[in-house]
């Protein structure tokens, strides 16, 4: 059974801080990694992709990947009040015919003003 | 370009009774997907289509079926609707058919509640 494990939070950060987001995966042959947003009441928003151990980022987001420890982490610089979301982290392998993605629950990020 | 789309954005159906939820794109994606979301239960896939023609079950299959009428279409049905199927559910497209590294994008959704 392919797991995707995040702390539910919720993770409250004050504005202008540093927010850390983490996530362990189960399936070692694992190869694609993504960060979502997801606004309540809203759709899985993508965020983040990242295939390669080390470090990718995208303006205020940085992915960071370590398949060794089958972890990853999404750090958000300068938290905004409009960060406030769950972010979804999402692990694929890809297979003759398939590709699927396993999900975590998601991380409630609450940032405070 | 609307990107995905999704009908209806909400329903209530009466346990027993039937419904498709349609879901169209205009991004020229080859795979689709079905997923529901329940709280404290996260995204679960019901059914994919990796291309036109081909449809496979997921995690969450049982009490629906689904239909890839074209490319740019994915319909799923529920057949005799079940409070269980109360949930909020996603279209979602990627580009790719498999074996390579393509994110998935999702559409509005579609909230059921089955009473």
């Known amino acids: 059974q392919k797991e995707v494990e995040q702390n539910s939070g919720p993770l409250s950060v004050p504005e202008g801080a540093i927010a850390s987001l983490n996530c362990t995966y189960s399936?070692?042959?694992?190869?694609?990694f993504f960060w979502y947003r997801q606004y309540s009441g809203k759709s899985p928003e993508l965020i983040m992709s990242?295939?390669?151990?080390g470090d990718k980022e995208d303006g205020r987001f940085t992915a960071q990947l370590n398949k060794a420890s089958q972890y990853v982490s999404l750090l958000i610089r300068d938290s905004q009040p409009s960060d406030s979301a769950t972010y979804l982290c999402a692990v694929a392998r890809t297979g003759a015919g398939s590709y699927q993605l396993t999900f975590g629950k998601g991380t409630k990020l609450s940032v405070i003003p | 370009n609307a990107g995905v789309t999704q009908t209806p954005k909400f329903q209530v159906l009466k346990t027993g009774q039937s419904m498709t939820l349609q879901c169209a794109q205009d991004?020229?994606?080859?795979?689709m997907y079905w997923y529901r979301q329940d709280p404290g239960m996260g995204l679960r896939l019901i059914y994919y289509s990796a291309s036109e023609g081909t449809t496979d079950k997921g995690e969450v299959p049982n009490g629906y079926n689904v239909s890839r009428l074209n490319k740019r279409e994915f319909s799923l049905r529920l057949e005799s609707a079940a409070p269980s199927q109360t949930s909020v559910y996603f279209c979602?497209?990627?580009?790719?058919?498999?074996?390579?590294?393509?994110?998935?994008?999702f559409g509005p959704g579609t909230r059921l509640t089955v009473l």
């Open positions: 979602a497209t990627r580009q790719g058919t498999s074996g390579s590294y393509n994110e998935q994008f």
């Open positions: 990242i295939y390669s151990n």
């Open positions: 399936d070692r042959g694992s190869q694609s």
């Open positions: 991004m020229n994606h080859n795979s």
